[in-house]
């Protein structure tokens, strides 16, 4: 059973950078989406930034710029380094796996389509 365990986060001002680590373990398929979501408080669960088996990476306009995902395949680890942090980032942060590929916005960013979760992260940006 496929696990990811996250680290990370915290609390900074606006402008400052954070960086989220997801550790992922047993995950065996040769084909997979991997991204970060973002659940800003009391708005829906939002995917933000998306790698995939073909390396293609995509990033939603609000990040674009701003955040890197990236996929250490020797160390099984996705990391979303986060820069020029505002306050509208503020949430919980999930990292997520899915064993498909997905070529349209609506299914990559979807959250259904994802079957595996971390435990999400904190992540505070003040004013």
């Known amino acids: 059973q496929a696990q990811l365990r996250q680290s990370g986060g915290g609390s900074v001002q606006a402008g400052g950078s954070l960086r989220l680590s997801c550790e992922i373990s047993?995950?065996?398929?040769?084909?997979?989406?991997m991204g970060w979501f973002h659940k800003a408080p009391g708005k829906e669960l939002e995917g933000i930034a998306i790698?995939?088996?073909?390396?293609?990476?995509t990033y939603v306009k609000s990040v674009k710029g701003r955040f890197t995902i990236s996929l250490d395949k020797a160390k099984n680890t996705l990391g979303l380094q986060m820069n020029r942090l505002n306050p509208e980032d503020t949430g919980l942060y999930y990292c997520?796996?899915?064993?498909?590929?997905?070529?349209?916005?609506?299914?990559?960013?979807?959250?259904?389509?994802?079957?595996?979760w971390g435990q999400g992260t904190q992540v505070t940006v003040s004013s």
């Open positions: 997520a796996a899915s064993p498909n590929v997905y070529y349209t916005e609506n299914t990559r960013y979807s959250a259904d389509m994802y079957r595996t």
């Open positions: 047993e995950y065996a398929s040769y084909k997979y989406s």
């Open positions: 790698i995939d088996s073909n390396d293609f990476i």
